[in-house]
C-alpha cells in the first residue's frame, strides 16, 4: 500500500513538474533524452553521473526483459512491480532531461551574451 502511495506521488510530482510555466514540456524532456544521455556518456554534463545512466538503463532492461523477479503469472504483483519501475524510470527521466534541457539553455544564453558583449566593442 505504501509503495502504490509513493509511485503516485511520484507521478504526480513528475505531472507538476512538466506542466509547471516557464518549464520544459513533455515533448521538449522526451527529445532531450537521446542528447542527454550522449552528454553525460561523454562527459559533458556533470549534473547526472554514469552510474545514476546505468540504473535507468538497467530498469528500461528490466521492462523489456521477459525475465522477470516477480512474473506475470502471479497477476497483480507481476504488473505492479514492472509498473512500478515504469513510474520511476519515467518520473526519472523526465525529472533529469527537464534539468539537462535547463542546462542547454543555460550555455545558449551564456553564448548570446557573451556574443552581445563582443559586438559592444
Known sequence: MMAKAARAAAA???Y??????GSPGLMTRVRAI???VGAVMRGRYAGMGKGKLAMLGFGVLYILSPIDVLPEFLMV???ADDFGVFLWLM???LGESG???EHERSIIQGR??????????
Open 99 to 101: 534539468r539537462y534541457v
Open 91 to 93: 518520473s526519472s527521466l
Open 77 to 79: 504483483i507481476g504488473v
Open 34 to 36: 537521446p542528447r542527454m
Open 12 to 14: 504526480l510530482r513528475t
Open 112 to 121: 548570446l551574451e557573451d556574443q552581445g558583449r563582443l559586438e559592444e566593442r
Open 16 to 21: 507538476r513538474e512538466v506542466t509547471k510555466p
